[in-house]
């Protein structure tokens, strides 16, 4: 990958906050998201300072909007059954994946652990182009005129028809009909060795398998090192 090297300066952005009932913590919320510096007020850090900003906002408002009511409710009940007082967690963290030649993409990943249930997983992608301080589209890391979805999707169908073959994982019946259904083409990020694709926990598997990524490999077909 050649071209202008453009780089983006940020600093991790960590947020901790706990909620309380009866002067018990029953919530406890951690965030820790990119940030670039204040005194940096070129457009691209203010865009991208703003989009998270935005991302945490969201985090803590879900936190307050529906994971405290069920964990107030659930201090209740383990208060007038004399049970173990439960504390719900909610973490969000970033990880940066690829960053070279303007582009800079990362994931983040939000984990909400709840006194029933496995933890749920939620996973987002973004890839920023630092010339213009906006994501890229799917789209632009495949060559023009190749029907690049239904490229995509037969890479994943055969990834899954090899895992099921090796028994390594266990998706649900029928998946063949969610892959496409589920299918978001803004759930990606860039690495050095391919794009990774990912779906929803529970769109094509049970919890034990997660969040289903499946990584193509850069190629002259697609996807590209570089957006078109």
Same mark, same amino acid.
């Given at each position: 990958?050649?071209?202008?090297?453009? =780089?983006?300066?940020?600093?991790?952005?960590?947020?901790?906050?706990?909620?309380?009932?009866? =002067?018990?913590?029953?919530?406890?919320?951690?965030?820790?998201?990119?940030?670039? %510096?204040?005194?940096?007020?070129?457009?691209?850090?203010?865009?991208?300072?703003?989009?998270?900003?935005?991302?945490?906002?969201?985090?803590?408002?879900?936190?307050?909007?529906?994971?405290?009511?069920?964990?107030?409710?659930?201090?209740?009940?383990?208060?007038?059954?004399?049970?173990?007082? %439960?504390?719900?967690?909610?973490?969000?963290?970033?990880?940066?994946?690829?960053?070279?030649?303007?582009?800079?993409?990362?994931?983040?990943?939000?984990?909400?652990?709840?006194?029933?249930?496995?933890?749920?997983?939620?996973?987002?992608?973004?890839?920023?182009?630092?010339? /213009? =301080?906006? %994501?890229?589209?799917?789209?632009?890391?495949? !060559?023009?005129?190749? !029907?690049?979805?239904?490229?995509?999707?037969?890479?994943?169908?055969?990834?899954? #028809?090899?895992?099921?073959?090796?028994?390594?994982?266990?998706?649900?019946?029928?998946?063949?009909?969610?892959?496409?259904?589920?299918?978001?083409?803004?759930?990606?990020?860039? /690495?050095?060795?391919?794009?990774?694709?990912?779906?929803?926990?529970?769109?094509? =598997?049970?919890?034990? #398998?997660?969040? %289903?990524?499946?990584?193509?490999?850069?190629? !002259?077909?697609?996807?590209?090192?570089?957006?078109?």
């Amino acid at each position: 990958m050649g071209g202008q090297q453009i =780089g983006i300066q940020v600093v991790p952005w960590e947020t901790e906050r706990i909620w309380e009932a009866e =002067g018990v913590p029953v919530l406890h919320a951690s965030a820790c998201l990119p940030r670039p %510096p204040e005194e940096r007020r070129d457009r691209v850090s203010r865009r991208i300072r703003r989009y998270y900003n935005l991302q945490q906002r969201a985090f803590l408002r879900r936190c307050e909007t529906v994971l405290l009511p069920q964990a107030r409710q659930a201090a209740q009940a383990a208060l007038e059954t004399s049970g173990l007082l %439960p504390c719900f967690r909610a973490e969000l963290s970033y990880q940066v994946t690829l960053e070279r030649d303007g582009l800079w993409s990362l994931c983040t990943r939000l984990r909400e652990k709840t006194d029933h249930g496995p933890t749920q997983l939620t996973c987002w992608g973004d890839t920023w182009d630092l010339s /213009t =301080g906006y %994501p890229l589209p799917l789209s632009r890391f495949f !060559p023009q005129g190749t !029907p690049w979805k239904k490229q995509v999707l037969s890479a994943i169908r055969e990834a899954m #028809e090899a895992q099921e073959r090796a028994g390594v994982v266990r998706y649900h019946e029928g998946w063949q009909r969610e892959l496409r259904r589920r299918f978001n083409p803004r759930s990606f990020y860039l /690495t050095d060795t391919g794009l990774c694709l990912f779906y929803a926990m529970y769109a094509l =598997g049970p919890a034990a #398998e997660g969040i %289903p990524s499946f990584t193509l490999p850069y190629g !002259p077909q697609g996807p590209l090192e570089r957006p078109l």
